[in-house]
């Protein structure tokens, strides 16, 4: 046993999702939050400026000493998670992987479609380890910038949301994806939005809960779970806590208490 928090961090609050997951999945375990939303995007910058923020933001969470670190950002998974883990000493859940997992689950499914910021589909890791991991699969792989800020100004169900959907799936639905990840934190917010373009016949996979059971199974299999049932969940954002709030009860489902962090 191991009371110790887990932490979690992300460009932003687009994180919460996975923390929700996790809530769901581990409601034992305390939870760390860090959204660094002083500075996101990350995803429209370099590889190197991603990889400098994210060992920042690691190391805040470390100093308040959590057990294991979930690379809640899909950006920074793509493109740091070996210097993030390498930095960690303690253990280190991506979201990558998890997520590809579980879409690759159901065998009928031949046909993949990715979207994610740019820096993410740049790297191409989806659609390497999704070559790697199903065999014979196509993926067809999108970097969808717009949908980022869509969600950040609360336009998720507004018909400039429907517009922008249609416009960057397109080719895919005509295609005939017969799954599409959701490879960025802020997506699981456009998903009525995205089901409603594609229709019934295409899964939707989102990074939340395939993460929260991979930690689980991190946890369990190095002893690390917690066993304190009244478990607690602390947010920090590296800008003004305020502005995040209401995209947070979006993404979580509540409204949470944050606090400033300096990064
Ligand atoms: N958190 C990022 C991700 O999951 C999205 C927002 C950003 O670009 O920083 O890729």
Do not use: W
């Not at 999702?17 to 375990?29: D, G, Q």
């Not at 400098?52 to 294991?68: D, G, I, N, S, Y």
């Not at 067809?140 to 400039?160: D, R």
């Amino acid at each position: 046993m191991d009371n110790r928090a887990v932490g979690v961090f992300d460009s932003g609050v687009g994180g919460l999702t996975v923390v929700k997951a996790l809530r769901e999945v581990l409601p034992y375990e305390d939870i760390v939050y860090i959204g660094d939303t002083a500075r996101v995007p990350y995803g429209t910058r370099s590889p190197e400026t991603i990889e400098q923020f994210a060992l920042e933001v690691l190391h805040k969470l470390l100093e308040k000493e959590v057990k294991l670190v979930v690379v809640a950002c899909n950006t920074v998974s793509a493109t740091s998670l070996p210097q993030v883990v390498q930095a960690a000493g303690v253990p280190v859940i991506g979201v990558i992987e998890p997520t590809v997992q579980a879409a690759l689950r159901d065998n009928q499914i031949q046909k993949i479609g990715v979207i994610g910021t740019p820096a993410t589909i740049k790297t191409g890791i989806y659609q390497r380890k999704i070559a790697q991991m199903g065999e014979g699969v196509g993926v067809m792989a999108k970097a969808t910038p717009l949908l980022v800020p869509i969600v950040e100004e609360g336009y998720h169900e507004h018909e400039v949301a429907t517009v922008m959907v249609a416009e960057y799936l397109g080719a895919m639905k005509e295609a005939g994806i017969q799954a599409l990840i959701l490879g960025c934190t802020h997506y699981p917010a456009l998903k009525t939005a995205i089901a409603a373009f594609l229709g019934d016949g295409v899964r939707i996979i989102d990074s939340a809960e395939p993460t929260a059971v991979a930690v689980k199974e991190r946890l369990e299999k190095q002893g690390l779970l917690s066993d304190t049932p009244q478990a607690t969940q602390i947010y920090f954002t590296s800008d003004s806590p305020e502005q995040s709030m209401r995209l947070a009860e979006v993404l979580l489902g509540e409204t949470v208490k944050m606090e400033k962090i300096e990064v």
